[in-house]
């Protein structure tokens, strides 16, 4: 065989044996990035299931899903407030099949608690853009005599350490929550720590505790039924979900002001193509009429279009950092 038609058989079957991706000058994680994802991804929801977290993650996971064309399975990793499913989301590969919840507590409020938070929220994150904003508002026990906000910020100061208060932990948004509400009125309770929000409202339910600060997301049902007693929804507008609950301003006290949000992150370090998709996943599961309105029957929404996306969630968690550290100084220099 002539030496040029051996030398062009010899490079056809060079040619034929490459991968596909360098055919078309792909390197290996460009490749992959293409064809993301193959297969399931986790999301770390770092709080027991059955709460305001676990749901909204359980929202937008269906509705990714279907985006996405892979199914995403929710992973409950609860312990120190949120902090030990956040370290690990933090420290998982980051190839786009592990996401994680996270939200006004695990990802701004901790670090302001803890400084030696095995996590920097502003740095160790690929946020991926907020999917949930919810009021918080006080929670109480339905045997307690008190009927308002006014009421209870009376009833509260005269109790005093006498009044017993549940939260998750500490830097907890219900821990965060009832940190800035007994700051206004000048009065310190007794707090008792659960691992999530079914422990903390079975014993309120039980009458074990007064009550606890969380998500109106997180109480719907129990304050439809009337089996406890809510007070001050700490956003500009009532609750959808709650209309003839007053807002805190309505009950006298402004500055207990807190519209908690939820979003998604991924580990630094995403390949940009990855992160391109999973950000577009969010804004268009955001868009389904669906999604929207299983947030608006748990007492939340989906984020109207100017908080949307991954660049207003990474400035929220850095503006809410310095927020929270500054009640956190607070707090701490008044119990000296």
Same mark, same amino acid.
């Given at each position: ?13 060079? #040619? ?29 929801? &770092? ?8 749901? $909204?993650? *359980? ?37 786009? +099949? ?27 994150? %690929? ?49 965060? /929550?009832?940190? #800035? +509400? ?12 659960? *691992?999530?929000?079914?422990? /903390?409202?079975? %014993? ?31 956003? %500009? ?29 991924? &580990? ?11 950000? $577009? ?56």
């Amino acid at each position: 065989m002539p030496a040029p038609r051996r030398a062009l058989r010899l490079l056809g079957l060079l #040619l034929g044996s490459l991968p596909a991706a360098v055919m078309l000058g792909l390197t290996a994680p460009q490749a992959a990035a293409q064809a993301y994802p193959e297969r399931t991804i986790t999301l770390i929801v &770092p709080f027991a299931a059955g709460g305001a977290a676990d749901t $909204a993650a *359980r929202i937008m996971g269906d509705a990714m899903s279907k985006i996405l064309g892979k199914a995403i399975v929710i992973e409950n990793v609860a312990g120190a407030g949120g902090a030990t499913g956040t370290l690990r989301g933090k420290n998982a590969p980051p190839d786009g +099949y592990t996401i994680g919840l996270g939200h006004m507590g695990t990802n701004a409020a901790a670090i302001a608690v803890n400084p030696k938070l095995p996590y920097d929220p502003r740095t160790d994150f %690929d946020y991926l853009g907020l999917v949930n904003l919810t009021p918080n508002l006080l929670i109480v026990r339905n045997t307690l005599p008190v009927g308002t906000l006014q009421e209870f910020t009376v009833f509260a100061k005269a109790k005093g350490k006498d009044l017993k208060m549940g939260h998750n932990g500490i830097g907890s948004l219900s821990h965060l /929550t009832c940190l #800035l +509400y007994f700051q206004l009125i000048d009065a310190e309770p007794t707090y008792v720590v659960y *691992r999530g929000f079914g422990q /903390t409202i079975n %014993d309120i339910l039980s009458g074990s505790i007064d009550g606890t600060c969380d998500l109106a997301a997180s109480v719907v049902g129990h304050a439809q039924g009337g089996s406890v007693k809510v007070f001050g929804v700490a956003a %500009d507008e009532r609750s959808a979900a709650l209309p003839d609950v007053p807002t805190s301003a309505e009950g006298g006290l402004p500055a207990f002001k807190i519209e908690s949000w939820l979003g998604l992150y991924a &580990p630094k370090g995403l390949p940009d193509a990855i992160r391109a998709k999973l950000r $577009a996943a969010v804004l268009k599961a955001q868009e389904d009429p669906v999604v929207q309105k299983r947030f608006a029957d748990i007492g939340g929404a989906v984020p109207p279009p100017e908080k949307r996306g991954a660049d207003y969630m990474t400035a929220l968690v850095a503006g809410d950092v310095a927020r929270w550290i500054a009640v956190v100084n607070k707090a701490a220099a008044s119990s000296r």
